[in-house]
T-cell receptor, first 114, second 113 residues
């Protein structure tokens, strides 16, 4: 089955710790995205990557970091510098074709800072 | 800047039709999308429409696009309890960096038996 997987589904972290969220896709998509969703709100873009070894900041990149060493993987690290990290994190991928913006989403990871 | 607006909440009786509305400001949109999010889950792509189309029908779903008014709607016929979810509209601007999408805040649809 082709798709996007995120792990873990639930993650708990103590204040001051870094934590890495996993995102893997086997759709052979070039582009990948990380969003943050807070209760009752829409999606805000954290980082995106159009191609391996390249990524760009989104609207709320502060306190987050990413890497794109492989086409199928786009892990997100939530650092201790992120002041309010408790949220639902969604990863998405897209074919990356010019002018075609369709994004497909993973099931999400809910991060709670204790 | 780009903006996408949706009403917050819609209540509908089972078997009736639901209409979810969305307005956007960016006139350079190429594709416009509707996504569905069930509690605790990711977003599921429901349907999309290309900006040179007025209407698209897909089983119980009908998408209407009024490009002049920058208004997009999603009609769900014969609404079922399984249609209770949050619905997001999104648009992709032509030549948007990284093929980014701009999402509305979502409309929570509650289907009553």
């Amino acid at each position: 089955d082709g798709g996007i997987t995120q792990s873990p589904k639930y993650l708990f972290r103590k204040e001051g710790q870094n934590v890495t969220l996993s995102c893997e896709q086997n759709l052979n998509h070039d582009a990948m995205y990380w969003y943050r969703q807070d209760p009752g709100q829409g999606l805000r873009l954290i980082y995106y990557s159009q191609i391996v070894n390249d990524f760009q900041k989104g609207d709320i990149a502060e306190g987050y970091s990413v890497s794109r060493e492989k086409k199928e993987s786009f892990p997100l690290t939530v650092t201790s510098a992120q002041k309010n990290p408790t949220a639902f994190y969604l990863c998405a991928s897209s074919p990356g074709l010019a002018g075609v913006n369709t994004q497909y989403f993973g099931p999400g990871t809910r991060l709670t800072v204790l | 800047g780009e903006d996408v607006e949706q009403s917050l909440f819609l209540s509908v009786r089972e078997g009736d039709s639901s209409v979810i509305n969305c307005t956007y400001t960016d006139s350079s949109s190429t594709y416009l999308y509707w996504y569905k999010q069930e509690p605790g889950a990711g977003l599921q792509l429901l349907t999309y429409i290309f900006s040179n189309m007025d209407m698209k029908q897909d089983q119980r779903l009908t998408v209407l696009l009024n490009k002049k008014d920058k208004h997009l709607s999603l009609r769900i016929a014969d609404t079922q309890t399984g249609d209770s979810a949050i619905y997001f509209c999104a648009h992709g601007a032509r030549e948007a960096a990284g093929n980014k999408l701009t999402f509305g805040g979502g409309t929570r649809v509650l289907v009553k038996p």
